[in-house]
């Protein structure tokens, strides 16, 4: 005799609607609701081909939790951050054959986002980790389905990430400020807590001691995250320093175009008075007067990465290690650099 949705429902103990919702993976139904019917369905040997195809279908679909915590540093200013993001996961996806979604979870609460992850519906997901904390990444620990965080990296916590290589990175600007013969460096950090911006204030540390150089706090500015921001913590800053460094990292492009709007009208020639480095070679970094000298690091190749690592947590018969991955970057050099060697 073949089984009804009726009986699943019985059995079950919810309505024939819930039960036909689940199975044609319609919205609405709880997660836990959702998989018990499931199994009871397979247990009951209900149209086992149709049961098939919803674990394929849910095996085949990956999400990205597209996060902003509180909007400080993922906004709108970060959109051609985020959009280089999506096209290597999209195309990383494709080439796969899995079905992408995208959500935006915007200002929401840490338990909003880790319920988003939940679902059942998806094999596995690809969270933006920029505003998370590691005490906030701790909280998806629960989850039974695979999860990647890219834009995030915790040695610790036994989850997959894919990051740049921030230290590198870093190093990187250092030496090519040490190259152009700059002994006084200092650096444009934020106060705005993100892992990456963390790791870039440790690391320029740690790169100016491997060059010999001390760290001077007067040569240390924190501002915000955002270009209205910074421009202001930087007009109001600079006059209270006695002098300037001839050289400035600045943790991102957003921070280093702040800094340059502020520098030029206090007067302050960039780069003939103080030479500038940002970090993520934004488009518009190539348009500033003079044109920005950055680090780039792909963000599509951490996309298609952070799918292919995915996929084969998704298609693995058991747990795999956690995949902790660093992608390095490279020097862009335009303009904005003086060569004091030449002086």
Do not use: W
Request: aromatic letters at 8%; glycine letters at 6%.
């Amino acid at each position: 005799m073949a089984i009804r949705i009726k009986d699943i429902a019985n059995v079950a103990g919810v309505s024939p609607a819930t039960v036909s919702m689940v199975l044609n993976n319609r919205p609405g139904v709880g997660d836990s609701t959702r998989q018990n019917i499931l199994d009871i369905a397979r247990s009951m040997n209900y149209d086992s081909e149709r049961s098939a195809n919803l674990t394929r279908h849910r095996d085949e679909t990956i999400r990205f939790l597209h996060i902003s915590r509180h909007g400080h540093v993922v906004n709108n200013e970060h959109e051609i951050f985020i959009a280089n993001y999506i096209d290597g996961l999209s195309r990383e996806a494709r080439k796969l054959r899995l079905n992408l979604e995208i959500f935006t979870i915007q200002l929401g609460s840490i338990e909003e986002i880790v319920k988003a992850a939940q679902d059942q519906r998806s094999g596995g997901t690809i969270v933006l980790g920029t505003e998370l904390s590691a005490q906030e990444i701790r909280c998806f620990q629960p989850i039974d389905t695979p999860i990647v965080f890219i834009d995030n990296y915790d040695e610790v916590a036994g989850f997959n990430f894919v990051d740049m290589n921030n230290k590198e990175s870093v190093f990187m600007a250092v030496e090519h400020f040490v190259n152009k013969g700059h002994r006084e460096i200092g650096i444009v950090a934020s106060y705005v807590t993100t892992p990456n911006f963390a790791m870039r204030a440790t690391a320029f540390k740690e790169a100016l001691a491997y060059h010999g150089l001390p760290y001077v706090k007067d040569f240390c500015f924190m501002v915000d995250s955002t270009f209205p921001g910074v421009y202001k913590d930087m007009i109001e800053t600079l006059p209270t320093r006695k002098k300037l460094p001839t050289a400035l990292f600045c943790s991102n492009d957003i921070i280093a175009f702040g800094c340059i709007k502020a520098l030029k009208e206090k007067g302050i020639r960039v780069p003939e008075d103080v030479s500038i480095i940002g970090f993520d070679n934004l488009p518009t970094s190539a348009m500033l007067d003079p044109a920005l000298t950055t680090i780039e690091v792909s963000k599509r190749q951490i996309g298609k990465l952070a799918v292919r690592i995915l996929n084969e947590c998704i298609k693995s018969p058991g747990p795999l290690p956690a995949a902790k991955v660093l992608v390095s970057g490279e020097l862009v050099e335009r303009f904005s650099v003086r060569d004091l060697n030449q002086s």
